[in-house]
């Protein structure tokens, strides 16, 4: 999985794999676009207005629910 931040556009891309094939978006809200192969798996998903949706608590969280294990990495985007 890949995080990208654009801040000219200030447009956040989650890529959880790389792109085989056509991909078509669908748009959730006019915010979120999420990218999806024809086989049904997600390619992506795209945060528009990603500070407001993404940088309010300035770190990124990641939870193991299986063991409960946290780890947070904070985010700096200059």
Do not use: C
């Amino acid at each position: 999985m890949q995080v990208s931040y654009d801040p000219r556009y200030n447009i956040a891309y989650i890529k959880f794999r790389e792109k085989t094939t056509e991909v078509e978006t669908i748009r959730i809200s006019d915010e979120v676009n999420i990218d999806i192969s024809p086989d049904g798996k997600i390619y992506g998903i795209e945060l528009l207005n990603a500070n407001e949706q993404l940088m309010k608590d300035k770190e990124l969280t990641f939870t193991d629910e299986s063991t409960g294990n946290t780890l947070q990495i904070p985010i700096r985007i200059e």
